[in-house]
């Protein structure tokens, strides 16, 4: 089955700690994206990236990191220096960055992470 | 930068009732626009898009929407809801030439059986 997979469902961690959130897509995908839900706020973008051994920041990339040295892979990082961290993020990809075609994006279930 | 209003974050309905979700946007260029859905305990998910052509999309499980460019509006609508359809329901916007997303905030939609 292609698709996203984020590991794990839920986690929890100790404030000052940096946790590390997993994303695998199997879809042959270039493009990848990190994004924070929280209630009555929608999605907002942290980081995305293009292609392999690139990424931009996003809205709200404060506090986090990313790195994307497979184009299946794309973790993100949530530092001590993220200032509300607890949130569900969501993983998403797409085909391409820049198209003329309407590339939607392909989102994974999500790890909601509490941090106390 | 983009910004996409939904109104009524709370809409509370009975099954056979018709919904409708305002979803405007601020991008005064080419636009290609998108309604999400996402179902208690499931993946958020493509409910329908429009990039050109007819204004009217339909997509999956009866839902529908119009773009109306002079409104800068894309509004989701489906005649005859089911307890099914309890969801939140999310607008988003992509300006023309690459695939960043603008989300609106969300409409927390439930049905009552």
């Known amino acids: 089955d292609g698709g996203i997979t984020q590991s794990p469902k839920y986690l929890f961690r100790k404030e000052g700690q940096n946790v590390t959130l997993s994303c695998e897509q199997n879809?042959?995908?270039?493009?990848m994206y990190w994004y924070r839900q929280d209630p009555g706020q929608g999605l907002r973008l942290i980081y995305y990236s293009q292609i392999v051994n690139d990424f931009q920041k996003g809205d709200i990339a404060e506090g986090y990191s990313v790195s994307r040295e497979k184009k299946e892979s794309f973790p993100l990082t949530v530092t001590s220096a993220q200032k509300n961290p607890t949130a569900f993020y969501l993983c998403?990809?797409?085909?391409?960055?820049?198209?003329?075609?309407?590339?939607?994006?392909?989102f994974g279930p999500g790890t909601r992470l509490t941090v106390t | 930068a983009q910004s996409v209003s939904q109104h009524n974050h709370h809409v509370i309905l009975s099954e056979a009732a018709s919904l409708e979700l305002g979803c405007n946007y601020s991008y005064g260029g080419t636009v290609n626009l998108f309604w999400y859905v996402q179902y208690p305990g499931q993946h958020l998910q493509l409910l329908l898009k429009y990039f050109s052509g007819d204004p009217l999309v339909k997509g999956i499980k009866g839902f529908e929407a119009e773009f109306i460019k002079s409104k800068f509006s894309f509004n989701l609508r489906k005649p005859s809801v089911q307890w099914s359809d309890t969801a939140e329901y999310f607008c988003a916007v992509k300006s023309y030439g690459n695939n960043r997303l603008a989300f609106g905030k969300g409409n927390q939609v439930v049905v009552i059986p």
């Open positions: 998403a990809s797409s085909p391409t960055w820049t198209s003329g075609r309407v590339d939607e994006q392909y």
């Open positions: 879809l042959n995908h270039d493009a």
